[in-house]
């Protein structure tokens, strides 16, 4: 299995809060990715990274915030959490351009 | 922009039956596709991926998926299912000059006894 581990795996919060999810590798792959999973939707990009200090928005990214100051993490922030942002958050990496990706477990994330 | 549509959010078939999951993806630029399956309450693995070459690729597991670029396609087929390939499947494309990988809906394959 790729070395690729999200924290926390389960999170319940309520709504106005700030939240951080945490992808964290062990692969040093170039690119890290954010999605969220809704039923009907499949997994629609949030953020993702191509570098340390690099990123670029992806199609629902509007709430939410990334950071990669280092190669092995990359941080999603909910800036103030709302109920639509209840969903299943997922992490992948890839190591480069025409390489597939690997996916981490999932965070559950609850806005109460 | 890419862009993934899977034509079925749901494909309910019998056991020993065919199976084609369609995916279509829009491009510009060289593409790269994927198939990805879940099952029930795990993460995402790799079924299998175009990359260049053959438009024909195989998993271990005996799906197919041919890469057609006239028709902008990459469905996924499978010959005879199983119980066991009772899962969620996607289609994926990376935007090659961006590094973007882009999802489609998902397809839910139920396989019925």
């Known amino acids: 299995d790729a070395g690729i581990t999200q924290s926390p795996r389960h999170k319940v919060t309520e709504t106005g809060t700030p939240v951080t999810l945490r992808c964290h590798q062990t692969e040093n792959h170039r690119y890290m990715y954010w999605y969220r999973q809704d039923p009907g939707h499949g997994l629609r990009l949030i953020h993702y990274?191509?570098?340390?200090?690099?990123?670029d928005k992806g199609e629902v990214s509007d709430g939410y915030s990334v950071s990669r100051s280092k190669t092995e993490d990359f941080l999603l922030t909910l800036e103030s959490a709302t109920s639509s942002q209840t969903s299943v958050y997922f992490c992948a990496i890839r190591q480069g351009p025409n390489t597939e990706a690997f996916f981490g477990q999932g965070t559950r994330l609850t806005v109460v | 922009a890419q862009s993934v549509t899977q034509l079925d959010s749901q494909v309910p078939v019998f056991e020993e039956a065919p199976v084609e999951l369609r995916c279509n993806y829009s491009s510009s630029v060289s593409v790269y596709l994927f198939w990805y399956v879940q099952y029930p309450n795990q993460g995402l693995q790799l079924l299998l991926k175009?990359?260049?070459?053959?438009?024909l690729v195989k998993s271990i597991n005996g799906f197919e998926a041919e890469f057609n670029k006239s028709q902008t396609s990459f469905h996924l087929r499978k010959p005879s299912v199983h119980i066991s390939d009772t899962a969620e499947y996607f289609c994926?494309?990376?935007?090659?000059?961006?590094?973007?990988?882009?999802f489609g809906q998902g397809t839910t394959l139920q396989v019925k006894p």
């Open positions: 990274s191509y570098g340390v200090k690099d990123t």
């Open positions: 175009y990359l260049s070459g053959s438009t």
């Open positions: 994926a494309v990376i935007e090659g000059n961006t590094g973007k990988l882009i």
